[in-house]
Structures are given as structure tokens and as C-alpha cells.
């Protein structure tokens, strides 16, 4: 009976469907949408991120975003998280999944948005990004803040094909010069919110 054992777990994973996962995405502009993992992830932002002040700080924009289990999207994270990689945009929207994760899930943390882009910050850095679907060239954005180191900021853009409201470029404090990742020209970014204390 004991060697019957794994082929039998064998055999109830062979008829479990393929979801897309850990490597499975390009770092293109369907990336998103081609882990099926992210999709949670990404809809919430979206819809989240068009959440304009005073709402975006506090109870609005937390409780759009920080939706608790088993309606929220916090059990994809790490698979959509693997699914992004290969540019500094996705990279970087990977770090700020993680924190908007943390913020929401510990104290401490902290979360907001101006009704274009959604931010999640701790004591030592802030992630932002404002996700667009791209149909009409407009690019998405990530950013990366640590507060006590300025050379590790980052800023990306990447043109995302969401099927999504657009919604904009976001208007914010800081500029600062990029790399495209849709195109090779330098671009110039206006993003990051700064966090609320």
C-alpha cells in the first residue's frame, strides 16, 4: 500500500489545472496580464489607485486596497511576485507588491494615493507606482525611495497593455530622469508620493 502512495499524489497532481507561475511571464507589455497570479494584485491597484485625497490617506484607501483573506489578493503575492522579473519596472513593482503587503498587513506601515498612483511606505522607504493600460502609449510607473540612502532610488516606466482604465500620468512631487523600458529614449517622470506621517 505505502508504494502505491506516490503515484497516487502523482496522479492528483497531474489532473490539477496549469496556472501560470514562477518564470512564466516576459518582461513585456502583457507581462501582467500573462501570470494569472497578478491579476488580483494588479485590478485592485488599478481600481485602488483612483482613490484622490482626502481619501487616500486613511480608512478609504485602506480599505479599498488591504482587502483581508479569502476575498483579498494577499495568497498570489509570491507567485506573482516570481512571475517579475527581467527590468528595473518590474523588479521594482515586485519590492513595492511586497510592501503595499507589509503595509497593509502590519503596523507601521502606511499607505496611500492621489488618484493616480498608490504608495506603500515604512519607516525606511517608500514604493509607489501607477499602473495604465497602455492602449494609447501611456506608460506605467515604479518607483523606490529609501530615505536614508538616495543613490538606491529607482524609477522605471514600462507601457502595460491591462485592459484597464486609464487613468493618466501621475502628478506628484519629485522628478526625476528614467530609462524607458518601452522605448530607449530618457524620459521624464514625475512620481512618487511622499509618505504621510
Given at each position: 500500500?505505502?508504494?502505491?502512495?506516490?503515484?497516487?499524489?502523482?496522479?492528483?497532481?497531474?489532473?490539477?489545472?496549469?496556472?501560470?507561475?514562477?518564470?512564466?511571464?516576459?518582461?513585456?507589455?502583457?507581462?501582467?496580464?500573462?501570470?494569472?497570479?497578478?491579476?488580483?494584485?494588479?485590478?485592485?491597484?488599478?481600481?485602488?489607485?483612483?482613490?484622490?485625497?482626502p481619501g487616500g490617506i486613511g480608512d478609504e484607501i485602506t480599505n479599498c486596497v488591504c482587502v483581508p483573506n479569502p476575498d483579498g489578493w494577499y495568497p498570489y503575492l509570491h507567485k506573482c511576485r516570481d512571475c517579475l522579473s527581467g527590468s528595473d519596472f518590474y523588479d521594482t513593482l515586485a519590492q513595492m507588491i511586497t510592501q503595499l503587503f507589509t503595509s497593509c498587513t502590519n503596523k507601521g506601515g502606511n499607505?496611500?494615493?492621489?488618484?493616480?498612483?498608490?504608495?506603500?511606505?515604512?519607516?525606511?522607504?517608500?514604493?509607489?507606482?501607477?499602473?495604465?493600460?497602455?492602449?494609447?502609449?501611456?506608460?506605467?510607473?515604479?518607483?523606490?525611495?529609501?530615505?536614508?540612502?538616495?543613490?538606491?532610488?529607482?524609477?522605471?516606466?514600462?507601457?502595460?497593455?491591462?485592459?484597464?482604465?486609464?487613468?493618466?500620468?501621475?502628478?506628484?512631487?519629485?522628478?526625476?530622469?528614467?530609462?524607458?523600458?518601452?522605448?530607449?529614449?530618457?524620459?521624464?517622470?514625475?512620481?512618487?508620493?511622499?509618505?504621510?506621517?
Amino acid at each position: 500500500m505505502l508504494s502505491s502512495l506516490p503515484l497516487m499524489a502523482l496522479a492528483a497532481l497531474s489532473a490539477l489545472p496549469y496556472v501560470p507561475g514562477v518564470g512564466a511571464a516576459s518582461s513585456g507589455p502583457n507581462a501582467l496580464k500573462a501570470c494569472t497570479y497578478c491579476e488580483p494584485i494588479y485590478t485592485t491597484m488599478v481600481k485602488c489607485q483612483t482613490i484622490k485625497r482626502p481619501g487616500g490617506i486613511g480608512d478609504e484607501i485602506t480599505n479599498c486596497v488591504c482587502v483581508p483573506n479569502p476575498d483579498g489578493w494577499y495568497p498570489y503575492l509570491h507567485k506573482c511576485r516570481d512571475c517579475l522579473s527581467g527590468s528595473d519596472f518590474y523588479d521594482t513593482l515586485a519590492q513595492m507588491i511586497t510592501q503595499l503587503f507589509t503595509s497593509c498587513t502590519n503596523k507601521g506601515g502606511n499607505v496611500v494615493s492621489d488618484g493616480q498612483s498608490i504608495c506603500a511606505s515604512n519607516a525606511m522607504w517608500n514604493l509607489c507606482a501607477s499602473l495604465n493600460d497602455g492602449s494609447d502609449g501611456t506608460l506605467s510607473w515604479a518607483s523606490f525611495t529609501r530615505f536614508s540612502d538616495a543613490s538606491q532610488n529607482t524609477n522605471a516606466t514600462q507601457l502595460l497593455y491591462l485592459d484597464a482604465p486609464n487613468k493618466g500620468s501621475a502628478s506628484t512631487t519629485s522628478v526625476s530622469s528614467v530609462k524607458s523600458t518601452a522605448s530607449a529614449s530618457t524620459t521624464t517622470l514625475k512620481c512618487c508620493l511622499q509618505p504621510q506621517r
